[in-house]
Antibody, heavy 123, light 104 residues
Framework: QVHLVQSGPEVKKPGASVKVSCKAS????????IHWVRQAPGQRLQWMGW????????KYSQKFQGRVTITRDTSATTVYMELSSLRSEDTAVFYC????????????????WGQGTLVTVSS | EIVLTQSPATLSLSPGERATLSCRTS??????LAWYQQKPGQAPRLLIY???NRATGIPARFSGSGSGTDFTLTISSLEPEDFAVYYC??????FGGGTKVEIK
């Protein structure tokens, strides 16, 4: 069974950066794509970006371009999401999610999710 | 960017009743639309992909239909555990605003 386990809650000051981890197990790590989704209070789910775990290629939402960096450590089967220049509006739960595979290729929907990491931005 | 609009925002129903949720997209997405269920404090759970295909382990009371710009998620007979928020998502990764199914 696929499991994605995220790091714990964070409290950051405005202007700081946060790095959230997502450790994957139960899958062939280098044959997947892992996405990050933000859920702010009262807001809809927002896609942030994704990483191809095979080659490290990334794609980011324009909304977060320049502030988000997604990386992976294949030896640790872990994906990281770093968000910089934090502001109060970034207070949210951040999820990693695995794109469902169809014939070994990633699709657009997410069949396994991490438990979420609450990031609070406050002075 | 393709915008997804879900309606109604809230649906008040009793257990055993039928729930019909709508998702409309601002441009055609063919059949590339997924539905998720989210309960408080939990991550979303994939219910339906490609408009009408149930994900692994999803009960048959959940069904999806539609294509182009108009999509529907139907829960044929609500169970107590079905009261939650439901989101649609299209292929370019944007999500709808959600429909909350609450107990009447």
């Amino acid at each position: 069974q696929v499991h994605l386990v995220q790091s714990g809650p964070e409290v950051k000051k405005p202007g700081a950066s946060v790095k959230v981890s997502c450790k994957a197990s139960g899958l062939d790590f280098t044959r997947n794509s892992i996405h990050w989704v933000r859920q702010a209070p009262g807001q809809r789910l927002q896609w942030m970006g994704w990483i191809n775990t095979a080659n490290g290629n990334t794609k980011y939402s324009q909304k977060f371009q320049g502030r988000v960096t997604i990386t992976r450590d294949t030896s640790a089967t872990t994906v990281y999401m770093e968000l910089s220049s934090l502001r109060s509006e970034d207070t949210a739960v951040f999820y990693c999610a695995r794109a469902r595979l169809r014939f070994g290729e990633p699709e657009y929907d997410y069949d396994f999710w991490g438990q979420g990491t609450l990031v609070t931005v406050s002075s | 960017e393709i915008v997804l609009t879900q309606s109604p925002a809230t649906l008040s129903l009793s257990p055993g009743e039928r729930a019909t949720l709508s998702c409309r997209t601002s441009q055609s997405v063919d059949r590339y639309l997924a539905w998720y269920q989210q309960k408080p404090g939990q991550a979303p759970r994939l219910l339906i992909y490609d408009a009408s295909n149930r994900a692994t382990g999803i009960p048959a009371r959940f069904s999806g239909s539609g294509s182009g710009t108009d999509f529907t998620l139907t829960i044929s007979s609500l169970e107590p555990e079905d009261f939650a928020v439901y989101y649609c998502q299209q292929r370019s990764n944007s999500f709808g605003g959600g429909t909350k199914v609450e107990i009447k």
